[in-house]
């Protein structure tokens, strides 16, 4: 019988693990700086956890079963409702609160590019503070592990504002206001008749349906976010505090990157607990599917304890971002600068090779010792394969004279200095 892994997941050899390990190194490194800091989680929670508020979509896409107690159970198909778990369970914490973590997420969809079974996913949330400067630093975070990992000028954010949106949709005379961010959120993956049908058959009126789709498509470029809202305002004078908000928000960010930032009518997120601002971030060229998205959720917290913390943060799986690095060519950075690989060609260097590995490892070097007892050649092309930048020879010679043979692994060329003069030129 042959097995192979379920369709939607994935066994990632060293050439994938690798490069993705960096990476999420990278990430975790930048949430620090920003004083960010990890948690951790179960990866099975009860279900009526995810059925208070992220929504029917998604509590049809869990991997959930009844367990041997009896229990609805389920693999974790979002992070959020977990986060506000942990923190509401400990209410001496002081705020603000900022927590990342990095849990495997499942999820029941159909696999296709950039959408997997299960994801690895980087969460950050701030929490304690209900204000634009902390809706600017999570998407503040956003673009900076974006830009760190080398991808500045390859994506855009898109931004737009529940209340926001609801407050349009009220004054359009929309009742079932949910369904209709159903509908927008679907508005780019359905065509126009569809878009309009099913507006129609969530009782908006037509003309109110055109003036949504017309909203829908429209995007407005942060520098010229400040004609729309006067415009927008004419439309309705209540709209005043959070268009402001958003406009002082957006002003904000732009601080923190250089990459674009738009004001987009038709992300409105597909979780139902969004109260503010929501945003995501698409590659600039419009072919892959969403690399984050996040937003403001206040009203969760009080769902699930008795205590009401505003909230604010986003997702970020690895399967999107694997593409687009791969897309720009930073997926496989040259990291070979402080690999050794220590090649041992007479018995009699044995224990001399196994002293110097580790002495270079206590110097903060990657060393791999071969223990082959096999020809030179056959360790070099190890060293090759394993994408070392140095061979080290050792045999008789070199035990006798206290020295190494040092191979440059690109061009071949090799040296003998002194054990001494090796060790103290290799930086910690
Ligand atoms: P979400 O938009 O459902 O939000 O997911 C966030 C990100 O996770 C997506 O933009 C995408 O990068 C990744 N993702 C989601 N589903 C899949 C999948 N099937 N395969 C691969 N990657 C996927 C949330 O989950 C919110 N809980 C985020 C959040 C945190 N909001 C506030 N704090």
């Known amino acids: 019988m042959k097995f192979e892994s379920l369709r939607g997941f994935r066994d990632i050899y060293p050439e994938d693990a690798e490069p993705r390990d960096r990476m999420l190194s990278e990430i975790k490194k930048v949430a620090r700086s920003f004083g960010y800091q990890i948690i951790d989680f179960p990866s099975v929670e009860p279900l009526d956890l995810y059925r208070i508020k992220s929504g029917e979509e998604l509590v049809s896409q869990t991997f959930s079963f009844t367990d041997k107690g009896g229990r609805e159970v389920t693999l974790i198909p979002e992070a959020t409702p977990s986060v506000v778990r942990m923190l509401t369970s400990k209410k001496d914490l002081p705020k603000p609160v900022r927590w990342f973590s990095l849990p495997k997420i499942w999820r029941y969809e159909e696999p296709q590019s950039g959408r997997l079974r299960e994801h690895v996913q980087f969460n950050a949330d701030i929490f ?51 369904r209709v961010f159903g509908i927008i959120d679907r508005f780019r993956k359905i065509d126009r ?55 002082s928000t957006i002003r904000m960010i732009s601080y923190y990157t250089s990459s674009e930032i738009v ?148 061009d071949g060329r090799q040296e003998a200095i002194s054990i001494e003069e090796f060790l103290s030129s290799i930086k910690k």
């Not at 600068?337 to 903060?364: E, P, Q």
């Not at 071969?370 to 140095?390: E, I, W």
């Open 128 to 178: 304690g503070l209900d204000t634009p400067e902390a809706d600017a630093e999570i998407v503040g975070l956003a673009c900076t592990i974006l830009d760190s990992l080398g991808l500045a000028g390859n994506y855009e954010i898109r931004i737009n504002h529940r209340k926001l949106m609801d407050e349009i949709l009220r004054a359009l005379g929309v009742v079932d206001i949910p």
């Open 263 to 410: 004001m987009d009518f038709s992300t409105v997120r597909g979780l139902s607990y969004y109260t503010g601002l929501v945003f995501e971030a698409f590659d600039i060229r419009g072919e892959l599917r969403a690399i984050l998205g996040g937003g403001r959720y206040n009203g969760l917290s009080s769902l699930i304890s008795d205590q009401d913390i505003p909230a604010i943060g986003f997702g970020m799986g690895d399967v999107v971002l694997e593409l687009l690095l791969k897309r720009t060519n930073l997926w496989h950075k040259d990291i070979s600068g402080n690999r050794y690989y220590v090649c041992t060609v007479s018995d009699d260097a044995a224990s001399f090779s196994l002293k110097l590995s580790i002495d270079l490892r206590k110097k903060g070097a990657d060393v791999i010792r071969d223990m082959g007892k096999r020809s030179l050649s056959a360790q070099l092309r190890s060293a090759s394969v394993n994408g070392c930048s140095y061979a080290i020879i050792l045999g008789t010679k070199e035990v006798s004279t206290g020295s190494i043979t040092i191979r440059n692994m690109s």
């Open 193 to 247: 008749q569809e878009f309009m049908n099913s507006l129609g058959e969530a009782g908006v009126s037509q003309d109110s349906a055109r003036i949504i789709e017309k909203l829908a498509s429209s995007r407005v470029k942060a520098d010229d976010s400040a004609g729309l809202i006067q415009s927008l305002m004419e439309m309705n004078n209540d709209l005043r505090e959070s268009l402001e908000r958003v406009v």
